[in-house]
């Protein structure tokens, strides 16, 4: 069974920075992808970035939603199955629940229907 747990949350001030980790445990598929999305206050569940893992590992491939594209950073530590999430320059309109996300298709479309797992959110305020 696949279980996905985030961690790193919290208050920060704009312009700072903070890493979510998503520890995964069990194994989707031997090629699926992950990805990162947030919830903000009234606002629907919207994509942040997205990540290829092939035969375990990371596949090089990430993508990532415009409004955050130059500020975060998705990265996977393959030995400890971890998924994290590097956002920097941040801003009060980043505030939201973050969630990581398992498609145990290789090619997703990153669309919060086409996931198969989720983890259950982590919260990152930022403050003006």
């Known amino acids: 069974q696949v279980q996905l747990v985030e961690s790193g949350g919290g208050l920060v001030e704009a312009g700072g920075s903070k890493r979510l980790s998503c520890a995964v445990s069990?194994?989707?598929?031997?090629?699926?992808?992950m990805a990162w999305f947030r919830q903000g206050p009234g606002k629907e569940r919207e994509f942040v970035g997205g990540i290829r893992i092939s035969g375990g590992v990371s596949g090089g491939a990430t993508y990532y939603a415009d409004s955050v594209k130059g500020r975060f950073t998705i990265s996977r530590d393959n030995a400890a199955n971890t998924v994290y999430l590097q956002m920097n320059s941040l801003k009060p309109e980043d505030t939201a629940v973050y969630y990581c996300a398992v498609d145990r298709r290789y090619v997703s479309d990153y669309t919060p229907g086409g996931m198969d797992y989720w983890g259950k959110g982590t919260l990152v305020t930022v403050s003006s």
């Open positions: 069990g194994r989707p598929s031997n090629n699926y992808a």
